[in-house]
């Protein structure tokens, strides 16, 4: 690997996201778009992502601090459903998505 492959991966990081939630019906839209998602935290590896999507207890009381989820049945089911994406991802293109917890 040279030089300039070095530095274009230190540019990469991970981000935690989540599904919107329909608050009317309190049901989760997995199938939504990438790009209608919101952010949990932003994390240097996808190695590190993945640790942080396994710590449960600090993600729930993220989305319920933050207001996005305070019922404990959505939580379990929004946090089953969260993604760790690489932010040069080809689906972020044009997102114009929100961001939570940390990293506000």
């Not at 690997?1 to 540019?11: E, F, P």
């Not at 601090?65 to 939580?75: D, F, H």
């Not at 993604?83 to 990293?103: S, V």
């Amino acid at each position: 690997m040279n030089i300039r492959h070095a530095g274009a991966l230190a540019l990469v990081g991970w981000y935690l996201l989540v599904p919107p939630i329909n608050h009317n019906t309190k049901s989760i839209d997995s199938k939504a778009p990438i790009t209608a998602w919101t952010v949990l935290n932003k994390f240097g590896t996808d190695k590190e992502c993945k640790k942080g999507m396994s710590d449960h207890d600090a993600l729930i009381e993220e989305v319920s601090e933050s207001g996005y989820a305070r019922e404990g049945k959505l939580q379990t089911e929004l946090l089953s459903k969260a993604q760790c994406i690489d932010e040069n991802d080809h689906r972020f293109k044009g997102w114009e998505g929100a961001f939570i917890g940390r990293i506000r």
